[in-house]
């Protein structure tokens, strides 16, 4: 399969047409969606789409960088004319009157819609599944998770059913499901690209909107297409002067400051060190001073909890026999009293500094983004060198930056014995997610 960028390129050279690369992709979708369980919705209108963004080849006309590129969303983006359930049957009818920002903005670039993928309900589990479509499963073993919550577009990028997918990420719900499915995921820097009609907007101060996809150069086109303010979403902020991009990169890396990880994991960090010292970069082990001590899930069901739980009291109401078995559980979670609040968000202060200070000295944090491969479906323990742990403790190396709002990306650099893909994550200061993408595409370049 071709990346984005290769298949954008192939279009304006009139090597493939935007109809046929449509029916290529609808092709796979079905042949593998059936059993897999990715795109929920497909947009009525695509066939339509593809014939216009041909005609506008054939006529001559100035191409978007994303023309005829076939895309899909995750179903928590607003899509015009489309259903949006927000993978919850509350939403089940919802249809909005308008796109999300960075539809409307992947759109304006060129690319058709596909259709919309699947979520767990309101994005709000580490497990792809939900009462409305049921369960995503994982291309490389369909036992086991595609991740969440941006579990559905993973699968749907990773098997080719399309070309570009649109997540969002809240607490590694981009980067986990591309560790688990092993694409490209980058959440940006918070800010960087609007949430304008994403779900739920009570916690857009942690979360992000990012591109899932096969190359780490097509990140830096779809970041180039998605970025910037778009005058409602109140975090999105103009974005500063690009760094450096000949200066040599220095790397920190760890894999043991978010606790103890598979030894096939452990082993992909330090090769990939190898790989980005062999690429010219100065790399030492490093891990910023305080992470190992912050448990980043107990502050995350804090301040979530706080945050989030009234407006889902009363957006739920007397539907609580709607929700999934998982969303029901989050409701019941103990809300943090407000001494316990004001101690979390000292604690995300102190996470942000501790960050702060690593970057003085490194560009670029090289850590795991999961401490396992992908987990069996439903699992209720996760086990690491014998210990069993709760499932959430997939997501302890990829909380932290939704909370400092760092860009982070993750990038396939290995298989596990079993065949199953395994990442690595690269994590950098804000508004720098340029040298994040240098430092992928050395790691990228070394991938087995």
């Known amino acids: 399969m071709i990346d984005a960028t290769e298949l954008a390129l192939r279009i304006r050279r009139r090597e493939i047409s935007p109809v046929e690369a449509l029916a290529e992709h609808q092709s796979r979708i079905d042949r593998l969606n059936p059993a897999l369980n990715a795109i929920v919705t497909e947009a009525p209108d695509a066939e339509e789409r593809a014939g216009a963004a041909e005609a506008a080849v054939l006529r001559g006309d100035e191409l978007g ?176 002067p690009a760094a450096r991009d000949d200066a040599t990169l220095r790397v920190g890396w760890t894999h043991t400051a978010f606790g103890a990880v598979e030894d096939e994991i452990a082993s992909a960090i330090e090769h990939a060190a190898r790989a980005l010292a062999d690429s010219g970069a100065v790399v030492e082990p490093a891990e910023p001073a305080g992470f190992a001590d912050v448990d980043a899930n107990a502050l995350t069901l804090q301040l979530y909890g706080v945050e989030a739980g009234a407006y889902f009291d009363e957006l739920v109401g007397d539907r609580r026999s709607d929700l999934h078995p998982a969303m029901q559980q989050r409701l019941d979670l103990p809300r943090a009293t407000l001494a316990e609040y004001v101690a979390a968000e000292a604690a995300v202060e102190r996470l942000r500094r501790d960050l702060a200070s690593f970057f003085r000295r490194y560009d670029v944090l090289l850590c795991p983004t999961a401490p396992v491969v992908a987990p069996p479906h439903d699992a209720e323990e996760i086990r690491i060198g014998g210990a069993a742990f709760a499932p959430r403790v997939s997501m302890r190396a990829t909380i932290p930056f939704d909370l400092t709002g760092s860009p982070a990306l993750t990038v396939p650099f290995t298989r596990s014995l079993e065949g199953l893909p395994i990442a690595v994550q690269l994590v950098g200061r804000r508004f720098e997610d340029e040298t994040v993408l240098r430092a992928g595409a050395a790691v990228e370049a070394a991938a087995s």
């Open 65 to 240: 960088p994303l023309h005829g590129v076939p895309f899909t969303v995750k179903d928590t983006f607003d899509t015009f004319g489309i259903r949006t359930t927000r993978g919850s049957r509350l939403f089940a009818g919802y249809v909005p009157e308008r796109d999300a920002t960075v539809v409307s903005r992947a759109k304006a670039a060129g690319a058709v819609l596909l259709g919309k993928t699947n979520t767990p309900e309101f994005a709000l589990w580490w497990e792809t599944a939900n009462l409305v479509f049921g369960r995503t499963s994982n291309p490389h073993d369909r036992r086991r998770s595609s991740g969440g919550s941006s579990g559905g577009e993973a699968v749907a990028v990773a098997t080719g059913m399309s070309s570009l997918g649109l997540g969002s990420d809240l607490g590694g719900s981009i980067r986990l499901p591309a560790h688990h499915c092993g694409i490209v995921g980058l959440k940006p820097t918070h800010g960087r690209v609007p949430l304008t009609g994403h779900f739920p907007e009570t916690l857009f101060r942690f979360t992000h909107a990012g591109p899932l996809v096969r190359s780490v150069r097509d990140v830096a086109l779809a970041l180039a297409v998605l970025e910037g303010p778009d005058g409602a979403d109140w975090y999105a902020m103009p974005l500063p």
